[in-house]
T-cell receptor
Protein backbone atom coordinates (compact mmCIF):
# COMPACT_ATOMS: atom_id res chain seq x y z
CA UNK A 1 0.00 0.00 0.00
CA UNK A 2 1.37 3.39 -0.96
CA UNK A 3 1.70 5.70 2.02
CA UNK A 4 2.89 9.26 2.48
CA UNK A 5 4.12 10.40 5.88
CA UNK A 6 4.79 13.93 7.03
CA UNK A 7 6.94 15.04 9.92
CA UNK A 8 6.42 16.98 12.09
CA UNK A 9 2.65 16.97 12.51
CA UNK A 10 2.81 20.46 13.94
CA UNK A 11 5.43 23.18 14.11
CA UNK A 12 5.51 26.61 15.72
CA UNK A 13 8.41 28.97 15.06
CA UNK A 14 9.13 32.70 15.43
CA UNK A 15 8.79 34.91 12.42
CA UNK A 16 11.91 35.17 10.27
CA UNK A 17 13.21 31.66 10.83
CA UNK A 18 14.00 29.27 8.03
CA UNK A 19 12.29 25.91 8.36
CA UNK A 20 12.05 22.51 6.74
CA UNK A 21 9.02 20.28 6.43
CA UNK A 22 9.58 16.63 5.70
CA UNK A 23 7.67 14.13 3.59
CA UNK A 24 8.42 10.46 2.98
CA UNK A 25 6.75 7.99 0.66
CA UNK A 26 6.88 4.22 0.67
CA UNK A 27 6.86 3.56 -3.07
CA UNK A 28 9.64 5.26 -5.03
CA UNK A 29 7.83 4.72 -8.34
CA UNK A 30 6.15 8.09 -8.21
CA UNK A 31 5.23 10.15 -11.23
CA UNK A 32 5.39 13.46 -9.42
CA UNK A 33 5.18 14.95 -5.95
CA UNK A 34 3.32 18.07 -4.94
CA UNK A 35 3.26 20.33 -1.97
CA UNK A 36 -0.02 22.01 -1.13
CA UNK A 37 -1.09 24.63 1.33
CA UNK A 38 -4.46 24.41 3.06
CA UNK A 39 -5.88 27.37 4.92
CA UNK A 40 -8.76 26.92 7.39
CA UNK A 41 -12.11 26.86 5.64
CA UNK A 42 -10.51 26.89 2.22
CA UNK A 43 -9.45 24.42 -0.41
CA UNK A 44 -5.97 23.41 -1.39
CA UNK A 45 -3.47 25.63 -3.13
CA UNK A 46 -0.70 23.93 -5.07
CA UNK A 47 2.67 25.37 -4.09
CA UNK A 48 5.22 23.32 -5.96
CA UNK A 49 5.15 20.28 -8.22
CA UNK A 50 8.25 18.18 -8.77
CA UNK A 51 8.31 15.69 -11.61
CA UNK A 52 10.01 12.38 -10.91
CA UNK A 53 12.90 13.36 -13.20
CA UNK A 54 13.55 16.56 -11.26
CA UNK A 55 15.48 17.13 -8.06
CA UNK A 56 13.94 20.37 -6.89
CA UNK A 57 11.61 23.24 -7.64
CA UNK A 58 11.68 26.80 -6.35
CA UNK A 59 9.04 29.48 -6.06
CA UNK A 60 9.91 32.64 -4.18
CA UNK A 61 10.80 31.73 -0.61
CA UNK A 62 9.82 28.11 -1.13
CA UNK A 63 12.08 25.32 -2.29
CA UNK A 64 11.02 21.71 -2.59
CA UNK A 65 13.42 18.84 -3.13
CA UNK A 66 12.82 15.27 -4.21
CA UNK A 67 14.98 12.23 -3.59
CA UNK A 68 13.24 9.24 -5.13
CA UNK A 69 15.89 6.75 -4.08
CA UNK A 70 15.37 7.51 -0.42
CA UNK A 71 11.65 8.17 -0.77
CA UNK A 72 11.87 11.67 0.65
CA UNK A 73 10.89 15.22 -0.15
CA UNK A 74 11.45 18.40 1.81
CA UNK A 75 9.81 21.79 1.66
CA UNK A 76 12.11 24.61 2.70
CA UNK A 77 10.55 27.91 3.69
CA UNK A 78 12.95 30.83 3.98
CA UNK A 79 12.41 33.86 6.17
CA UNK A 80 9.05 32.69 7.45
CA UNK A 81 6.19 35.15 7.84
CA UNK A 82 2.94 35.00 9.85
CA UNK A 83 1.10 34.67 6.53
CA UNK A 84 2.82 31.33 6.02
CA UNK A 85 0.74 29.88 8.85
CA UNK A 86 -1.31 27.05 7.35
CA UNK A 87 -1.36 23.29 6.98
CA UNK A 88 1.12 22.00 4.41
CA UNK A 89 0.29 18.78 2.61
CA UNK A 90 2.57 16.55 0.62
CA UNK A 91 1.02 14.36 -2.07
CA UNK A 92 2.40 11.76 -4.46
CA UNK A 93 1.03 10.87 -7.86
CA UNK A 94 1.73 7.30 -8.83
CA UNK A 95 0.43 7.07 -12.36
CA UNK A 96 1.37 9.11 -15.39
CA UNK A 97 -2.20 9.48 -16.54
CA UNK A 98 -3.27 10.63 -13.12
CA UNK A 99 -5.98 8.01 -13.12
CA UNK A 100 -5.30 7.00 -9.54
CA UNK A 101 -5.48 10.42 -7.97
CA UNK A 102 -3.08 11.66 -5.34
CA UNK A 103 -1.91 9.96 -2.16
CA UNK A 104 -1.72 12.55 0.60
CA UNK A 105 0.17 12.79 3.84
CA UNK A 106 -1.64 14.00 6.96
CA UNK A 107 0.02 17.37 6.78
CA UNK A 108 2.15 19.64 8.93
CA UNK A 109 0.27 22.35 10.81
CA UNK A 110 2.56 25.36 10.77
CA UNK A 111 2.25 28.40 13.00
CA UNK A 112 4.55 31.38 12.51
CA UNK A 113 4.62 33.55 15.61
CA UNK A 114 4.73 37.30 14.95
CA UNK B 1 -5.05 26.98 -14.60
CA UNK B 2 -8.52 25.62 -14.03
CA UNK B 3 -10.98 27.45 -11.81
CA UNK B 4 -13.17 25.08 -9.83
CA UNK B 5 -16.28 25.92 -7.86
CA UNK B 6 -18.28 23.74 -5.51
CA UNK B 7 -21.80 23.99 -4.17
CA UNK B 8 -22.76 24.07 -1.39
CA UNK B 9 -19.77 25.47 0.45
CA UNK B 10 -21.10 24.01 3.68
CA UNK B 11 -24.16 22.28 5.01
CA UNK B 12 -25.57 20.79 8.18
CA UNK B 13 -27.67 17.69 7.59
CA UNK B 14 -29.67 15.21 9.61
CA UNK B 15 -28.65 11.58 9.73
CA UNK B 16 -30.37 9.38 7.20
CA UNK B 17 -30.69 12.11 4.60
CA UNK B 18 -28.64 12.60 1.41
CA UNK B 19 -26.71 15.57 0.08
CA UNK B 20 -25.55 16.20 -3.48
CA UNK B 21 -22.41 18.24 -3.95
CA UNK B 22 -21.74 19.94 -7.28
CA UNK B 23 -18.37 20.61 -8.87
CA UNK B 24 -18.08 22.99 -11.83
CA UNK B 25 -14.91 23.67 -13.83
CA UNK B 26 -14.38 26.64 -16.10
CA UNK B 27 -12.81 24.52 -18.84
CA UNK B 28 -13.14 21.01 -20.19
CA UNK B 29 -11.09 18.49 -18.27
CA UNK B 30 -10.49 14.82 -18.81
CA UNK B 31 -10.46 13.64 -15.22
CA UNK B 32 -12.31 14.77 -12.16
CA UNK B 33 -11.69 13.37 -8.71
CA UNK B 34 -13.59 13.42 -5.45
CA UNK B 35 -11.73 13.42 -2.13
CA UNK B 36 -12.81 13.29 1.49
CA UNK B 37 -10.98 14.90 4.38
CA UNK B 38 -12.26 13.73 7.74
CA UNK B 39 -11.51 15.85 10.82
CA UNK B 40 -7.83 15.73 11.67
CA UNK B 41 -7.07 13.46 8.75
CA UNK B 42 -5.55 13.85 5.35
CA UNK B 43 -7.34 13.70 2.05
CA UNK B 44 -8.51 10.33 0.83
CA UNK B 45 -9.55 9.68 -2.73
CA UNK B 46 -13.16 8.52 -2.99
CA UNK B 47 -13.46 8.00 -6.73
CA UNK B 48 -12.57 9.16 -10.19
CA UNK B 49 -15.51 10.61 -12.12
CA UNK B 50 -15.40 9.43 -15.72
CA UNK B 51 -17.33 11.18 -18.45
CA UNK B 52 -19.57 8.76 -20.26
CA UNK B 53 -18.99 5.81 -17.95
CA UNK B 54 -19.35 4.79 -14.34
CA UNK B 55 -17.07 6.27 -11.72
CA UNK B 56 -14.07 4.28 -10.50
CA UNK B 57 -14.18 3.86 -6.72
CA UNK B 58 -11.31 3.37 -4.32
CA UNK B 59 -11.24 0.57 -1.81
CA UNK B 60 -13.65 1.27 1.00
CA UNK B 61 -16.00 3.44 -1.04
CA UNK B 62 -19.07 2.11 -2.86
CA UNK B 63 -21.43 3.50 -5.43
CA UNK B 64 -24.52 3.01 -3.28
CA UNK B 65 -23.09 5.29 -0.61
CA UNK B 66 -21.38 7.80 -2.89
CA UNK B 67 -23.09 7.89 -6.28
CA UNK B 68 -21.30 10.12 -8.77
CA UNK B 69 -22.44 11.71 -11.99
CA UNK B 70 -20.31 13.16 -14.77
CA UNK B 71 -22.66 14.35 -17.49
CA UNK B 72 -20.04 16.38 -19.36
CA UNK B 73 -16.41 17.48 -19.30
CA UNK B 74 -16.97 20.46 -16.98
CA UNK B 75 -19.33 19.17 -14.30
CA UNK B 76 -19.68 16.41 -11.75
CA UNK B 77 -21.77 15.65 -8.69
CA UNK B 78 -21.10 13.55 -5.61
CA UNK B 79 -23.99 12.40 -3.46
CA UNK B 80 -23.45 11.35 0.13
CA UNK B 81 -26.31 8.97 0.81
CA UNK B 82 -28.01 7.89 4.02
CA UNK B 83 -25.66 10.08 6.01
CA UNK B 84 -24.34 9.36 9.47
CA UNK B 85 -22.19 11.55 11.74
CA UNK B 86 -19.13 9.65 10.45
CA UNK B 87 -19.71 11.29 7.07
CA UNK B 88 -18.94 14.70 8.57
CA UNK B 89 -15.98 15.79 6.46
CA UNK B 90 -14.74 18.22 3.89
CA UNK B 91 -15.44 16.96 0.40
CA UNK B 92 -13.23 18.30 -2.37
CA UNK B 93 -13.18 17.86 -6.10
CA UNK B 94 -10.08 18.18 -8.22
CA UNK B 95 -9.23 17.93 -11.88
CA UNK B 96 -6.66 16.31 -14.08
CA UNK B 97 -3.11 15.37 -13.36
CA UNK B 98 -2.06 18.72 -11.98
CA UNK B 99 -4.76 18.39 -9.42
CA UNK B 100 -6.34 21.79 -9.11
CA UNK B 101 -8.75 21.68 -6.21
CA UNK B 102 -12.10 23.22 -5.54
CA UNK B 103 -12.71 25.14 -2.29
CA UNK B 104 -14.39 22.14 -0.69
CA UNK B 105 -17.77 21.45 0.86
CA UNK B 106 -17.88 21.27 4.65
CA UNK B 107 -20.49 18.76 5.74
CA UNK B 108 -21.69 18.28 9.30
CA UNK B 109 -24.10 15.43 9.97
CA UNK B 110 -26.04 15.57 13.21
Amino acid sequence: KQEVTQIPAALSVPEGENLVLNCSFTDSAIYNLQWFRQDPGKGLTSLLLIQSSQREQTSGRLNASLDKSSGRSTLYIAASQPGDSATYLCAALYSGGGADGLTFGKGTHLIIQP
Amino acid sequence: SAVISQKPSRDICQRGTSLTIQCQVDSQVTMMFWYRQQPGQSLTLIATANQGSEATYESGFVIDKFPISRPNLTFSTLTVSNMSPEDSSIYLCSVDETQYFGPGTRLLVL
